[in-house]
């Protein structure tokens, strides 16, 4: 379980809010990446609060309600698929988080940024490699992304019942792969990750 004692190192006289922010949603074939950024209270333990990917869904949208009541401030935005096309994933993906970070009520003195990539934001950065695992705040963010996420694939659902967004998520699983071949591309689809998949074909 994770701890405030790695986000706690980067707090000095000058530096006395940082938030985390993680996005979801970069490797699916449809809909928009979405991103996170949270501040939490200093001392706050949430039990259980681990990277999103390493919990069941269950568990996360738990740990989402626990987030929400408890965290100082939080803002969850996102880049849709048309900005995916026009400025490819990974600049759509920094677009929602600066997004996310800007849409924060305080801002903060520094956003620890899952990964090795920052770019375009309006606040001092620090990039955290496998950050989902070793920074609460970016934990924190990556949860609310994701179940965010995981949240719209329930509506894509029932909007697009023969693809079975519930299921998975928008990856390209074979049930996935197998609807978009039988049923066409539908508007939330991602034309480039499309072109990649079936190029064989």
Known sequence: MLDYSFDLSFLDENT????GVDEA????????????????????????L??????????????????IENALDYSIASASV?????????NAAMLAMK????GLKTKPDVALIDGNTSRGFTVPTKTVVHGDAISQSIAAA???AKVTRDRLCYEYDKEYPEYGFAKHKGY???LH?????????????RPSFLVKLFKND
């Not at 006395?16 to 938030?19: A, D, E, N």
């Not at 949603?25 to 259980?48: M, N, Q, T």
């Not at 792969?177 to 689809?189: E, L, R, S």
Request: glycine content about 8%.
């Open 16 to 19: 006395k809010v940082i938030c």
């Open 25 to 48: 949603g970069r490797g699916p074939l449809a809909g928009p990446v979405v991103a996170a950024a949270c501040v939490l209270p200093e001392g706050l333990i949430i039990e259980g």
């Open 50 to 67: 681990d990277d999103s990917k390493k919990l069941t869904e269950k568990k996360r949208e738990k740990i989402y309600d626990v987030i």
């Open 82 to 90: 048309e900005e995916i096309e026009e400025i490819n994933i990974l």
């Open 99 to 102: 997004r996310a970070i800007d």
């Open 142 to 144: 990556s949860i609310l």
């Open 172 to 174: 390209g699983t074979k």
């Open 177 to 189: 792969t197998d609807a978009i071949k039988a049923y066409g591309v539908t508007p939330i689809h």
